[in-house]
């Protein structure tokens, strides 16, 4: 089976440093990597993907993420936080073949003034 | 992207009542699900939606208990019935939308229900 582990249940940082939330998989293949952030009291928003192709991924708000096969990971960084990416961010996997998503158990960020 | 709409976007029920949950979207599609997203938790996946034909239900959800409809490509309801307490949860509907190369699952912005 499937697994997604997002390392930290809870990440703090200042407003204006460095957020790195960690994303390993374990899959045999290169699945296909998602990113969603899921604000207070709303459903889950698509940050970025990685299908194929570059490795370095840039999506929304000033995120990106980079996938590395050797290492099974799919982290998410943004240079600088800002008070409006506290939020609570999921890391999903799907195979290529078949069309279900596994989902880490997420990682709430909070940021600090 | 995706417009997913669901109704009610939040509601308090009683114990042994039921509550059906809408999910609109803004173009056809094959794909939908339900998940479930208890407190502090990650997302479950409950079942697919799928079109003219009974919902495919993940181990651990059965139907009398989530019974599911999807009439047509764009709308699904999932019935949350004799609830309990425990089915306390977010309940979001999903869709996924194919593209070469890698589809792409989105989500409406789910139904936050509490169970007295």
């Known amino acids: 089976a499937q697994s997604v582990t997002q390392l930290g249940s809870h990440v703090s940082v200042s407003e204006g440093a460095l957020v790195l939330l960690r994303c390993n998989y374990s899959s045999s293949v290169p699945p296909y990597l998602f990113w969603y952030v899921q604000y207070p009291n709303q459903g889950l928003q698509l940050l970025l993907k990685y299908t194929t192709g570059a490795t370095l991924v840039k999506g929304i708000n000033g995120f990106e993420a980079e996938f590395k096969k050797s290492e099974t990971s799919f982290h998410l960084t943004k240079p600088s936080a800002h008070m409006s990416d506290a939020a609570e961010y999921f890391c999903?996997?799907?195979?290529?073949?078949?069309?279900?998503?596994?989902f880490g158990t997420g990682t709430s960020l909070t940021v600090i003034p | 992207s995706a417009v997913i709409s669901q109704k009610p976007s939040r509601d308090i029920c009683q114990r042994g009542t039921s509550l059906t949950i809408q999910c609109q979207v803004d173009s056809q599609v094959t794909m939908m699900f339900w998940y479930r997203q208890q407190p502090g938790q990650s997302l479950t996946l409950i079942a697919t939606?799928?079109?003219?034909?009974?919902?495919?239900?993940e181990s651990g959800f059965v139907i009398d208990k989530f019974p599911i409809s999807r009439p047509n490509l764009t709308f699904s309801t999932l019935t949350v019935s004799n609830m309990s307490p425990e089915d306390s949860s977010i309940y979001l509907c999903s869709l996924l939308r194919v593209a070469g190369g890698g589809d792409t699952q989105y989500f409406g912005p789910g139904t936050r229900l509490t169970v007295l």
């Open positions: 939606a799928n079109q003219g034909s009974e919902a495919t239900y």
């Open positions: 999903a996997v799907r195979l290529n073949t078949g069309n279900q998503f596994y």
